[in-house]
């Protein structure tokens, strides 16, 4: 026993064991409220008052008790996470005999964050109706978005900010949410208009942000939010939230129903689309009305509203705007909102993948799903040398994912996307404001990018259409590194030849993740494959090049091959050779070994000589093979000269 102990011969713990367990008016539990009024503050008497309150005095406590467990809980509490203090405050302030102006009171001295903490503990619905009620009466009714507000954030936003919150605070907070700025119309008209409109837009997007962190600490309960958000204003922000940015933490069928509710904004887009087309043309708007009934009666009322504005309101600067809104649509959810569930190799983390609650299966059926909903846009994409460069950008990496997913690329689709790439020449350095290396860079993206759009043209019944590789004799090692074992497979099988084969394998000298298994099984179709790989290996630096890692990844799969051949091992580069493939990492293949020892035998000058050849690391000399060098330091003549570069 500790000294405290001493006191009532009886360890507090041994207390609270029976105050869990006795009735409320047994010798230990009278025993347990004598030693709350003695102990001093602290773990044993928190721990002792959590007992009690959970145990015999579950229902029925005196008032004293639970003012003390409150006060002394709430003062305690240092962790808003995890701590016995403030386990007592909130079973405390849960109790059903704790008096309603004591709780009250409490809750009116609590910060946001431990309000959250406190019914997040209990898990009680009298405490969470009675936070709930709290915050309805003593926090101030929602005011418009301000930039200010993220910075000093109102109660709503610190309760929101974590997530675990029962149901009736959830909304008590959400309730109590700043609403979405608007523009003041008496302001705009005595004020000065462009710093009042550029007010509202940095008020808008701090409203969004907040909704960013709302979202992301809710996630598990998106669809309290959505329900909440009914048709307001907030519901298109928090569906955009969940679809581009944190995708993977949303449930499979509530991602593709709300993937699906925005894909349904598109009709209204290319119905804008439409009517800016005809207006273009100087088509009379009853005309318009007329030709696009069935169109526009098709909308949802705020469709037909939106492009009804149009039909209202030609200015020839607006008309040219909305004629490009179904591929400014697409283009942007491309760049914005869907870009992660059109390309989820970008959604990482720490530079590793994230793991989605969605399968492959549902994210390839999400993006088909835009792919053909979309693809409208590229039937109406007209070039506009009039937009910035950026919007290119982003049009080709529409293009590009629209390729990507389409179920087939027809000869419509071949034909249409050929004319836009033919226009969608971006300049990045200048349209991003980037310079120098970042500039080059950024080129060399998009170049790679309208390349590989004109291989998915070239090759369009690939079936992993993403890595579409083009023509077998344009196609380069280097390319076929890029691609994943499925789709390698694929395109062997289609275009099968000796010399594409000699490509594939060299790719493995390129690709860091592929297997000795898909090494062999490529070598296995060549119609001459032990012949073929010495000839490659000794041709290593004019087909590969590049720097150790390259011969490296080579030696490595040459000898994890069953049994290589003497005239392979010394094809390969010797440096290497004598430093790869062991059983630990940085020593010698077996076999390896056993062709020096054979070389060389007991020749001292052979083997004095040998130690002294120029074959190295890195350099010219790295590319020297290992017969070549057996050779020299046996026959004692010249050093052979390196293999010629690629």
Not at 309 to 314: G, K, T, V, W
Not at 562 to 574: F, G, M, Q, T, V
Request: with cysteine.
């Amino acid at each position: 026993m500790t000294s405290d102990d001493t006191r009532t011969g009886l360890p507090p713990a041994f207390l609270a064991a029976l105050a869990g367990q006795a009735g409320p008016q047994a010798p230990p539990v009278r025993l347990a409220l004598q030693r709350v009024q003695d102990l001093p503050d602290g773990t044993v008497r928190d721990g002792l008052l959590l007992a009690l309150l959970e145990g015999a005095l579950h229902e029925r406590a005196p008032q004293w008790l639970l003012e003390q467990a409150i006060e002394s809980g709430l003062r305690d509490d240092k962790d808003l996470q995890w701590s016995t203090a403030g386990q007592v405050a909130a079973a405390a302030l849960a109790h059903p005999a704790c008096a309603e102006p004591v709780r009250e009171k409490a809750l009116h001295a609590c910060t946001a964050q431990q309000l959250g903490a406190l019914v997040r503990r209990s898990r009680s619905g009298r405490l969470s109706e009675a936070v709930a009620a709290h915050l309805g009466q003593y926090e101030p009714a929602p005011q418009p978005m301000t930039v200010d507000r993220l910075t000093s954030p109102g109660t709503a936003e610190l309760l929101l900010a974590a997530p675990g919150l029962p149901d009736a605070v959830l909304a008590a907070a959400l309730n109590l949410l700043p609403t979405q700025p608007a523009l003041d119309e008496a302001a705009l008209a005595d004020g000065d208009t462009v710093q009042l409109f550029r007010d509202y837009q940095e008020a808008l997007k701090a409203w969004k942000q907040m909704w960013g962190t709302v979202v992301t600490a809710q996630v598990a309960g998106s669809r309290d939010l959505l329900a909440w958000a009914g048709d307001g204003p907030a519901r298109s922000v928090i569906r955009d939230h969940l679809l581009g940015t944190l995708p993977w933490d949303v449930e499979p069928d509530l991602l593709e129903t709300v993937a699906a509710e925005d894909l349904a904004d598109f009709a209204t887009a290319e119905a804008v689309t439409r009517v800016c087309r005809l207006l273009a043309a100087d088509t009379p708007v009853p005309e318009i009305r007329s030709r696009l009934c069935d169109v526009l009666s098709a909308l949802p009322s705020r469709g037909r509203e939106q492009a009804e504005l149009y039909l209202d309101d030609a200015h020839e600067r607006v008309v040219q705007i909305g004629a490009r809104n179904a591929v400014s649509w697409a283009a942007e959810r491309t760049h914005g909102t869907w870009r992660y569930l059109l390309d989820p190799a970008q959604a990482r983390q720490w530079g590793q993948p994230r793991a989605w609650q969605a399968s492959e299966d549902l994210l390839a059926r999400i993006g088909r799903d835009f792919a053909t909903t979309t693809l409208p846009a590229l039937h109406l994409w007209e070039p506009d040398p009039s937009r910035y460069a950026t919007s290119h950008i982003h049009e080709l990496r529409w293009l590009h994912l629209l390729l990507v997913h389409l179920p087939q690329i027809t000869d419509d689709v071949r034909r249409q996307a050929g004319a836009a790439l033919s226009h969608l020449q971006p300049r990045t350095g200048y349209s991003s404001g980037a310079s120098g290396y970042e500039a080059r860079r950024q080129e060399r993206e998009l170049d790679d990018l309208r390349a590989t759009i004109r291989r998915m043209l070239n090759d369009a019944a690939a079936t992993h259409r993403a890595a579409a590789l083009g023509s077998p004799q344009e196609v380069t090692a280097a390319q076929l590194a890029r691609v994943d074992d499925r789709t390698l497979r694929d395109y062997l099988e289609r275009h099968r030849s000796d010399d594409l084969l000699e490509k594939a394998l060299l790719s493995f000298a390129f690709a860091a993740n592929r297997s000795d298994s898909s090494f062999a099984e490529v070598l296995a179709l060549h119609s001459a494959p032990a012949q073929a790989l010495v000839r490659i290996t000794a041709e290593l630096r004019s087909r590969v090049g590049g720097g150790p890692q390259n011969r490296e990844r080579w030696t490595r799969l040459a000898l994890a091959l069953p049994d290589p051949s003497e005239n392979l091992i010394r094809a390969l580069p010797a440096w290497t050779a004598l430093s790869t493939g062991g059983s630990r990492y940085d020593t010698a293949h077996p076999q390896v070994t056993q062709l020096v020892l054979s070389a060389l035998g007991d020749n001292e000058e052979a083997w004095a000589r040998f130690a002294d050849s120029p074959a190295s690391y890195a350099g010219p000399t790295a590319w020297l093979r290992l017969g070549d060098v057996l050779d020299a330091a046996v026959k004692g003549t010249d050093w052979p000269r390196p293999p010629a570069p690629h």
